[in-house]
């Protein structure tokens, strides 16, 4: 008797072995790009953007009705209040969000695009924050939040109701660094590269993913740009953005041009970075994207070197 308990248990267990098996393994070739890509080492920027693109996969929950907002807002300002303390700056930064999200409630809640729209913006800070995926990652998704739904605002310039929005936006400002210490970040170039047109950009994040749309996403991160003077247009998309932002009086965005080095000698640029936001360092050369990392700025390696 225990023998044919034994047979069928061992049975069961190979059963439900190559069934698993069946729905893990996949015969799909193999594909050497996607193994190089699997098994090399990336950037610390590649990594953490990685990170965000799984955050807003996974809280995109398609068409949103006026029940799933109504309980969403509910769930967002109950999570703002049991809010437990962190990184000091982060439940000041949900109040904002959460003030926002109840003030514009009217027009979102009535019409479908804004209400998906909305959503969808603010649905990662929530996800975020109640599943802890850490202090980094949640400052990004609020920053990012706010920064896109003003954008989604000032977009809807024809919508005399939602364009209301923007003076509550501005009323409830998501501030970054007021807590956190700023620090300078340097970008050292050397003395060949540094004779030729070079333009200087420090982005957050926010505005990263605003101005990479048109930019092949494989070669942005990772410092040097491979083939970086075949990317005249799309080079061209991402300056003209950053420039424009630069040029604002509450800029998301800073612009540095070296002076012509006759030197010799490597140029040296510093910037004040505060270490409350994610920043991103843009190096131009002659107009094209040469350089892109990003920059974390009050730490020991609080710099980069562009060859």
Known sequence: M?????????????????????????????DTKKVEKLYSAESPGKQF???????????????????????????????????????VTIPAKLVSMSNILNEINDVAYNIDGHRDA???????????????WGDEVINT???????????????MANDTKLTKALAVIDRNPVGFGEHAP????????????????????FSNVGLFYKATKKYPAD????????????????????MNILKTYSDMNNNTAYHIQPEENKTGKSAVIKHPLNSDSKW?????????LYYSYMAEPCGDRARCRVN
């Open 280 to 288: 991103f360092v843009w190096v131009f050369r002659n107009n094209k």
């Open 118 to 132: 909305i959503y969808h913006l603010a649905a990662p800070i929530y996800k975020s924050v109640t599943e802890n």
């Open 2 to 30: 225990k023998r044919a308990h034994l047979a069928l248990g061992l049975l069961f267990l190979s059963t439900a072995a190559f069934a698993q098996s069946k729905r893990i393994y996949t015969d799909e070739g193999f």
């Open 182 to 201: 700023s620090c300078d970040y340097a970008v050292s170039i050397n003395p060949t590269t540094s004779k030729d047109k070079i333009d200087i950009y």
């Open 49 to 87: 953007c990685a990170r965000m693109a799984a955050l807003y996969k996974v809280s995109d929950s398609g068409h949103i009705t006026q029940n799933d907002y109504n309980r969403f807002l509910m769930d967002f300002d109950n999570m703002v209040k049991n809010m437990a303390a962190g990184n």
């Open 141 to 155: 998704a609020i920053a990012t939040s706010y920064f896109n739904l003003r954008e989604y605002v000032v977009s």
């Open 219 to 238: 070669g942005l991160l990772a410092g040097p740009i491979i083939g970086w003077e075949g990317y005249k247009d799309e080079s061209e998309s991402i």
